[in-house]
């Protein structure tokens, strides 16, 4: 292994036994993995572009392919309560599930230019390069991992192998039958609840509302993968004090005041690269209706602010962790997780706190063998 270089040549696709599917009419398939359901005939790709109806059979064209792989700190994921201050090394493929136009990672997530993938690493090169580098967990991230699973499955197992923890940032568009799967070898995700309307999901992202909601409920209710979630904040479109509040009870009500909620900020990209970026003031209304709808845990992120960013007490109201944006300034929590103050249960996973990573982002390439 060694840092990036500017050079490589393209790694061709992959044709990995894609599971999830069955055989339809007219030598058609059906992709099971997402509520997309895309039917394909031979040679055809899915919505997401990276699974493949190959001479009848489903592929994956994108295992063992990456269109990157970069040491960020956790909470760039972000993950507030998931061993803070920890290095993950992080990477993602090419292509997408859902079609958002506001996509702030759309050059990938969007990319049908397999050209961009250039680095190759099996998942055990991938777990000992997380070693080698020092980083204690691995993300699949950048596109959403769904559309990878077998090559995040398999990683997550070689990973957890070397003792490295695994972290998925989802849109959560996902079947029942592979998220069990799926969920059940990540240690944490980020689940980006991109609204609370339907007609949003519909409209803006080519999805629907409720699949997600589903599958929020489980990873929390049903396996043991931390998560926290996030709501990309745009100017006008889910933006509303009744939306916010709509979302906030929720998440209250069905999966509980522990659970993290960061709202972000939205930044003109893609195809929507004609509104404003989202103010300040904005996140900043939003973190007050959710912690009134009973959260205990509710940040703001894509900005310096001081407040947003701080882990308190529920209890005692302490600041226990202060960040400025993905710098710790200051950490007052012991490893067993408990306020030192009033011994209140901070929700999350914590360890022993010494030199956090940083607000780095630290590009490396994978040698191949």
Same mark, same amino acid.
């Given at each position: 292994?060694?840092?990036?270089?500017?050079?490589?040549?393209?790694?061709?696709?992959?044709?990995?036994?894609?599971?999830?599917?069955? =055989? !339809? +009419?007219?030598?058609?398939?059906?992709?099971?993995?997402?509520? $997309?359901?895309?039917?394909?005939? #031979? @040679?055809?790709?899915?919505?997401?572009?990276?699974?493949?109806?190959?001479?009848?059979?489903?592929?994956?064209?994108?295992?063992?392919?990456?269109s990157?792989?970069?040491?960020d700190?956790?909470?760039k994921?972000?993950?507030?309560?998931?061993?803070?201050?920890?290095?993950?090394?992080?990477?993602?493929?090419?292509?997408?599930?859902?079609a958002?136009?506001?996509?702030?990672?759309?050059?990938?997530?969007?990319?049908?230019?397999?050209?961009?993938?250039?680095?190759?690493?099996?998942?055990?090169?991938?777990?000992?390069?997380?070693?080698?580098?020092?980083?204690?967990?691995?993300?699949?991230?950048?596109?959403?991992?769904?559309?990878f699973?077998?090559? =995040? !499955? +398999?990683?997550?197992?070689?990973?957890?192998?070397r003792?490295? $923890?695994?972290?998925?940032?989802? #849109? @959560?568009?996902?079947?029942?039958?592979?998220?069990?799967?799926?969920?059940?070898?990540?240690?944490?995700?980020?689940?980006?609840?991109?609204?609370?309307?339907?007609?949003?999901?519909?409209?803006?992202?080519?999805?629907?509302?409720?699949?997600?909601?589903?599958?929020?409920?489980?990873?929390?209710?049903?396996?043991?993968?931390?998560?926290?979630?996030?709501?990309?904040?745009?100017?006008?479109?889910?933006?509303?004090?009744a939306?916010?509040?709509?979302?906030?009870?929720?998440?209250?009500?069905?999966?509980?005041?522990?659970?993290?909620?960061?709202?972000?900020?939205?930044?003109?990209?893609?195809?929507?690269?004609?509104?404003?970026?989202?103010?300040?003031?904005?996140?900043?209304?939003?973190?007050?209706?959710?912690?009134?709808?009973?959260?205990?845990?509710?940040?703001? @992120?894509?900005?310096?602010?001081?407040?947003?960013?701080?882990?308190?007490?529920p209890?005692?109201?302490?600041?226990?962790?202060?960040?400025?944006?993905?710098h710790?300034?200051?950490?007052?929590?012991?490893?067993?997780?408990?306020?030192?103050?009033c011994?209140?249960?901070?929700?999350?996973?914590?360890?022993r706190?010494?030199?956090?990573?940083?607000?780095?982002?630290?590009?490396?390439?994978?040698?191949?063998?």
């Amino acid at each position: 292994m060694e840092r990036e270089v500017t050079h490589a040549p393209k790694v061709p696709e992959s044709a990995h036994p894609g599971r999830w599917w069955h =055989a !339809i +009419d007219n030598g058609r398939i059906q992709c099971d993995l997402c509520p $997309r359901d895309c039917k394909l005939h #031979a @040679g055809q790709r899915g919505a997401c572009f990276v699974r493949q109806n190959l001479d009848g059979q489903m592929v994956l064209t994108t295992y063992g392919r990456s269109s990157g792989f970069c040491i960020d700190p956790i909470e760039k994921k972000p993950l507030n309560h998931f061993h803070p201050g920890s290095a993950i090394l992080s990477f993602g493929t090419a292509g997408c599930n859902l079609a958002c136009k506001f996509c702030q990672n759309w050059d990938i997530s969007k990319s049908k230019d397999m050209d961009r993938l250039l680095d190759a690493a099996g998942p055990d090169a991938i777990a000992r390069a997380a070693v080698a580098y020092g980083a204690q967990s691995v993300a699949f991230t950048y596109n959403d991992p769904v559309i990878f699973a077998e090559y =995040a !499955i +398999d990683t997550a197992l070689a990973c957890h192998e070397r003792g490295i $923890r695994t972290v998925a940032v989802t #849109a @959560g568009y996902i079947h029942p039958a592979p998220a069990r799967e799926f969920f059940a070898v990540m240690d944490g995700a980020n689940v980006d609840l991109k609204a609370f309307t339907d007609d949003f999901y519909f409209r803006l992202c080519g999805g629907h509302l409720q699949p997600v909601l589903d599958i929020l409920a489980y990873i929390h209710h049903e396996t043991d993968c931390w998560l926290e979630i996030t709501t990309l904040l745009i100017p006008g479109k889910n933006d509303s004090p009744a939306e916010i509040k709509a979302l906030a009870d929720w998440v209250a009500r069905e999966l509980g005041p522990q659970v993290p909620l960061h709202f972000t900020a939205f930044h003109p990209d893609w195809k929507m690269d004609d509104l404003p970026a989202t103010p300040a003031s904005t996140l900043t209304q939003a973190r007050r209706i959710a912690i009134d709808a009973g959260l205990h845990y509710v940040y703001t @992120g894509n900005v310096h602010d001081s407040e947003g960013g701080t882990t308190f007490c529920p209890g005692c109201q302490a600041a226990l962790i202060e960040r400025d944006w993905y710098h710790i300034r200051h950490h007052d929590l012991p490893a067993d997780g408990h306020c030192p103050h009033c011994g209140t249960r901070i929700a999350g996973h914590f360890a022993r706190f010494g030199k956090p990573f940083g607000p780095r982002r630290v590009p490396v390439r994978l040698l191949r063998p």
